[in-house]
């Protein structure tokens, strides 16, 4: 019981965090949150939620101190840190319902990346001559995808394991390949 109150304790500056912010911001981090849950397939409350995940997964600390803003979340970084190779650009703009799984290695530096984004590891949106690729929604990343430059990802669209895409891709596709091209319509 005192191991319980005393990991619960630990986590409060994060809770107030999570309080202090817009309820956009909230309601983002609620979306992650209902996305990620899959992974452990047990039914519990937001806030235990939110606990077990700040407690057992740096990669989402990561991406809960990215939803928070540098600024609330320069101490807690410090105090109980992420993970340091699951990268955000804070310029980056990400909708609602981002998941992922083991991302180590990956660097999230999109002009903007839509709802319910799910990556894996390795995985890079990057600039190229300094403009960023833009991604829609309902996008899946297979492991070590990189994505560069001014390009725009489709809605829909599945992205296969290795692809390093470099040019436009429309909706509703699937693609793979270095360079990454359509190799079947959903």
Not at 38 to 66: A, D, E, G
Request: proline share 4%; hydrophobic share 40%.
């Amino acid at each position: 019981m005192a191991g319980a109150i005393l990991w619960i304790i630990i986590y409060i500056p994060h809770l107030l965090c999570y309080l202090s912010v817009s309820s956009h911001r909230r309601d983002l981090i609620k979306s992650d949150l209902i996305a990620m849950k899959n992974q452990i397939q047990v039914s519990v409350s937001f806030c235990w939620l939110l606990l077990f995940f700040l407690h057992n997964n740096p990669y989402y600390r990561s991406l809960f101190y990215f939803r928070i803003g540098a600024e609330r979340s320069l101490l807690l970084q410090w105090y109980r840190p992420g993970d340091r190779y699951f990268i955000f650009s804070q310029s980056t703009k990400i909708g609602k319902g981002f998941s992922f799984t083991h991302p180590y290695g990956t660097i999230i530096n999109a002009k903007s990346i839509g709802d319910n984004f799910q990556c894996i590891h390795l995985t890079t949106l990057g600039k190229s001559k300094d403009k960023r690729p833009i991604i829609g929604n309902n996008v899946q990343c297979g492991a070590n995808v990189t994505i560069l430059g001014g390009i725009t990802i489709g809605n829909n669209v599945i992205i296969g394991a290795g692809s390093v895409v470099v040019k436009d891709i429309p909706d509703n596709v699937v693609i793979a390949g270095n360079p990454a091209r359509i190799i079947r319509n959903l």
